[in-house]
């Protein structure tokens, strides 16, 4: 089972940016979906990008399309989330979750993953 460590979260003015971190380790990837979560307080938790490894193809929410880039460096073992254009809402804790199986179709559904990160707090003031 795959191990996640999300980093790079912080606080950041409406109109910023921010790069969030997720690296892996304890399996090969190559076949995974990865994906970003959030979730603010007293929300349910939401999809917001995922990425097939083997074939490069990304998906995003719609609330983020164009503003976020998810992104996968093989050397590094890493996963990353480019935001720009952060907006307030875009305020939660920031999870990386990782499934070797999952249909890509589910990519936003959290229930179906297996391994999940700890999660980085994103905050954008207004």
């Known amino acids: 089972q795959v191990q996640l460590v999300e980093s790079g979260g912080g606080s950041v003015q409406a109109g910023g940016s921010l790069r969030l971190s997720c690296a892996y380790s304890?399996?090969?990837?190559?076949?995974?979906?990865m994906g970003w979560f959030r979730q603010a307080p007293g929300e349910e938790r939401e999809g917001v990008a995922a990425?097939?490894?083997?074939?490069?193809?990304?998906y995003y929410a719609d609330s983020v399309k164009g503003r976020f880039t998810i992104s996968h460096d093989s050397a590094k073992n890493t996963v990353y989330l480019q935001m720009n254009s952060l907006k307030p809402e875009d305020t939660a804790m920031y999870y990386c979750?990782?499934?070797?199986?999952?249909?890509?179709?589910?990519?936003?559904?959290?229930?179906?993953?297996?391994?999940w990160g700890q999660g980085t707090q994103v905050t954008v003031s207004s």
């Open positions: 990425i097939f490894i083997r074939s490069g193809s990304t």
């Open positions: 979750a990782a499934d070797p199986s999952l249909w890509v179709g589910e990519w936003s559904r959290s229930s179906k993953y297996r391994s």
């Open positions: 304890g399996d090969t990837i190559s076949s995974y979906l």
